[in-house]
C-alpha cells in the first residue's frame, strides 16, 4: 500500500476519499479492530479482558510503552503521574477568564495547550526525556484541569489534589469534593469510571486520534497536538454522542416514551433526527465496548441509583432499531457511546460534561499515538491532497468595474 502510494504521487494521480474511508494514514502496532467482528484488541490484549482484570491506570501504560507493566514498573509509573497532578498556581487564575456557563470541552483544550506556556522545558519533540516528562504532566494534570473546569462551572472552590489517591479517586474528590471536609470515594463509582475509562482509552485512527497525529506531524509538541484532539472530540458524531444520547433519551421521554414513533422520525430522516450513539464507521457490529456497558449498566445504575427508567427507555430503543429493516441494512449497531450517558449521569455528572470524561479516557491513547508518529521514520508532515473544483483562471477586475 505504501510503495502504491509513493508511485501513485509520482504521477500525478491523487486518491478522492472524502472521510478517508478507505485511505490508511498511518502504520501503527497500538489498536487493532476488526469491525465485521466486533474485535478490538490494546496492543494484543482483547478489551474484554482489560475491562475485567486490568485497571485504567495499567492500561496506560500498556498504550503508551507497550506492554503490561511489572509489579515495580507499576508503582513507578504510578508514583511519577502522582507527584504531577498539582498545577502551576497562575494557571488556576486561566478558569476565572471563562464565562461560567461555558461548555467545559473548550475550557479544557485552551486549559490543555496553555500546558505548552507553563512547562515550556518539556516541548522539544525529539528528546526522549522531554517526551517522557509531558506524558506524565498531562496523565497527571489533564484530571485536575478537567476537574477545575468543573468546579468553576458550578462556582466551587477548587481543591488541591490528593497524592495519596489514585487517579480516579484523586479525579473525583477534586471533582465533588470540598476543601476542608473529607471526602470519601465511592469504591462503586471509582470501578464504574475506571471501566469506562478503560474501553475509551483507545480506538486507532478515529477522528480525535488522526487530529493529534495530523497536528503532531508538523512537529507541534504534545500539549498544542493534545489538545487540538480534544478540540475534535468536542463534536457531536464523535465525543460530544455521549451527551447527545442523554438528550434524546430524556426528550423520548419527555415525550411519554413513545419510542416507535422516535425511530420513525430517524428512519424519515428528519433534519437533525438520529438515533445518537448507534453506527460506526469501522463497526458494523456490535461494537464491543457497548456490549461491555450494556452487560455491567443495570448492575452499576441499581447500585448506585435504584435503576433508572431512562435505561429501559434506551433499551426499547436498541431492541426496536436493531429489529428494524432500516438498522439492519445500514448494518447499524449500538456503539460506545449508547449507554455511557446513563452511567455518567448515575455518578453524579451533568451531561455537558460527559465529553471531558471520555477526554480522560482517551488521553493515554492519544499520547500514545503522538509518540508512536513522532518516533516512526516513515512519518511525514500529514499534507492530503484535494480535486479543485474552482475556477480555471479569471482576470482581476478593479472594484469599481464589478
Ligand atoms: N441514525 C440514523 N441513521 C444513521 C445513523 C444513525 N445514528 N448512522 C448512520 N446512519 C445512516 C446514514 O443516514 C446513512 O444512510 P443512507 O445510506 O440512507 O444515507 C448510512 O446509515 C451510513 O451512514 P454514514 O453517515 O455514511 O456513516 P459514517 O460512517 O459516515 O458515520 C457515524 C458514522 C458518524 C458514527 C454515524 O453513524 C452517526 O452519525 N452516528 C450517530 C452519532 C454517534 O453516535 N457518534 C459516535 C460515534 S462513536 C465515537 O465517536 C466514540
Avoid at 509509573?77 to 498539582?86: E, M, N, P, V, Y
Wanted: proline letters at 5%; a negative charge.
Amino acid at each position: 500500500g505504501i510503495e502504491l502510494g509513493k508511485l501513485l504521487a509520482t504521477t500525478g494521480y491523487i486518491t478522492h476519499d472524502p472521510g478517508f474511508v478507505n485511505t490508511g494514514a498511518a502504520s501503527s502496532a497500538i489498536t487493532y479492530i476488526d469491525g465485521d467482528a466486533g474485535i478490538l484488541r490494546y496492543r494484543g490484549y482483547p478489551i474484554e479482558q482489560l475491562a475485567e482484570k486490568s485497571t485504567f491506570i495499567e492500561v496506560s501504560y500498556l498504550l503508551i510503552y507497550g506492554e503490561l507493566p511489572t509489579e515495580t514498573q507499576l508503582a513507578e509509573f504510578t508514583g511519577k503521574i502522582q507527584r504531577h497532578t498539582l498545577l502551576h498556581e497562575d494557571l488556576k487564575a486561566f478558569f476565572s477568564g471563562f464565562p461560567r456557563d461555558a461548555h467545559p470541552m473548550p475550557v479544557l483544550s485552551s486549559a490543555v495547550s496553555a500546558l505548552s506556556t507553563f512547562y515550556q522545558d518539556s516541548l522539544n519533540p525529539f528528546d526522549e526525556a522531554n517526551v517522557e516528562l509531558s506524558t506524565i504532566r498531562l496523565l497527571a494534570k489533564v484530571p485536575t484541569l478537567a476537574a477545575y473546569a468543573y468546579k468553576k462551572s458550578v462556582g466551587q472552590p477548587l481543591l488541591y489534589p490528593d497524592n495519596s489517591l489514585g487517579l480516579v479517586e484523586n479525579f473525583l474528590r477534586m471533582t465533588f469534593g470540598f476543601p476542608a471536609e473529607p471526602y470519601e470515594v465511592d469504591p462503586d463509582v471509582a470501578k464504574a469510571l475506571d471501566l469506562l475509562f478503560i474501553l475509551h482509552a483507545d480506538h486507532e485512527q478515529n477522528c480525535s486520534t488522526s487530529t493529534v497525529r495530523l497536528v503532531g506531524s508538523s512537529e507541534a509538541n504534545l500539549f498544542a497536538s493534545i489538545s487540538a484532539g480534544i478540540n475534535a472530540l468536542f463534536g457531536p458524531l464523535h465525543g460530544g454522542a455521549n451527551s447527545a444520547v442523554l438528550d434524546m433519551l430524556e426528550g423520548i421521554q419527555a415525550e411519554g416514551g413513545d419510542v416507535a414513533n422516535f425511530v420513525t422520525r430517524v428512519k424519515n430522516k428528519e433534519k437533525g433526527v438520529r438515533l445518537m450513539g448507534f453506527g460506526h464507521r469501522v463497526y458494523k457490529n456490535y461494537d464491543p465496548r457497548a456490549k461491555i456497558i450494556k452487560n455491567t449498566a443495570d448492575d452499576i445504575l441499581s447500585k448506585l441509583k435504584g435503576g433508572d427508567q431512562l435505561l429501559d427507555i434506551a433499551k426499547k430503543l436498541e431492541e426496536t432499531a436493531l429489529s428494524d429493516d432500516y438498522f439492519i441494512e445500514r448494518k447499524l449497531y449500538p456503539n460506545v457511546d449508547f449507554y455511557t450517558g446513563l452511567i455518567y449521569r448515575a455518578l453524579g455528572f451533568p451531561t455537558k460534561y460527559f465529553t471531558v470524561l471520555f477526554a480522560l479516557g482517551r488521553l493515554p491513547g492519544w499520547i500514545a499515538h503522538w509518540r508512536e508518529m513522532i518516533q516512526d521514520p516513515a512519518t511525514k508532515i500529514g499534507r492530503p491532497r484535494q480535486i479543485y473544483t474552482g475556477y480555471a483562471s479569471r482576470d482581476y477586475a478593479p472594484i469599481s468595474e464589478r
